[in-house]
């Protein structure tokens, strides 16, 4: 086959015409949703995925420019993410290839992984957010209920710009933000009436905690649900440190409850 190298002339104007006419279609598009997901580490990306490919119309907005979450850090910057069973499930599904380290215990590259979940929930549907950091929510006193979340740039915020967000409605939001669950805590601050008390993250103990993290995965205020380490901080779980395996399990679980809540099941 011959290599071209023909390339084509494009001029200023018409790619700032694209970018502009694309990205404002796709803004004006998640407007409203069925699900805002805050955080693409593993528990978002996975809810995502189940999510999205159930027919939710899903946005997962994410801070920073990446996919991944705490998996490209993985134990002390190392490649190598443990998984046990049955999370082997979820990489069965998504294509992401294991080696078995004994009875019920796998391990996965961390690269690997962020990019199988992220291609995943892309196959899925999912739309996505970058560079984009959810600052509050939106909140219906009738209930009161969660009815979205406010927008802002990341860099406006690292600038320390006072600039005012964008709204996002919705009828659910997960927050899969990680150890500080920062949406769950705006929202017990800022809006007692919705009765959360995050009770703050207890010191390691990796089998308990992982087991606890999936049991304890849902719904803490009508509209609002959490995964993953997140379940941890708001309900006062210890820490796992570097086993991946309840962060896919607690987004697919948080996936099953959000879509059962919305469809009224
Ligand atoms: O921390 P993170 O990976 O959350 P997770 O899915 O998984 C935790 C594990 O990585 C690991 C662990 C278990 O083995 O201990 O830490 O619970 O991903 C959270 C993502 O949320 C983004 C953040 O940049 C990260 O990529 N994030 C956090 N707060 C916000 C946010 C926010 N307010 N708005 C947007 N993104």
Redesign the pocket.
Known sequence: MVEREDIVEVDEALISQCILEESLEFLRDIITTDLVI????????TASIYASRAGLKTVL????L?F????G?GAMHLPT?VIEEPATEILDDIGCRYKRRGEGVATVDSSELMIRLANAAIDAGVRFLHG????DIVFREDGPRVAGVA?EW?ASQMASLHTDPLFLKTSAVLD?????A??VSVASRKVPELNILPVGEKSASSSSSERQVVEKTGRVAPGLYC?????SEVHGLP??????G??LL??RKAARIIIRDLRGE
């Not at 805050?38 to 990306?45: N, Q």
């Not at 984009?132 to 600052?135: K, P």
């Not at 899969?176 to 500080?180: I, Q, Y």
């Not at 820490?239 to 991946?244: E, S």
């Open positions: 805050v955080g693409a580490g593993p528990s978002g990306l907005i994410e801070r920073r990446s991944g979450g705490g998996m850090g993410l984009v950091t959810v600052d927008i990341t899969a933000t990680g150890h500080d920062e949406i995964a993953g380490m997140a379940v820490r796992m440190g570097p086993i991946f309840a962060m607690s987004g």
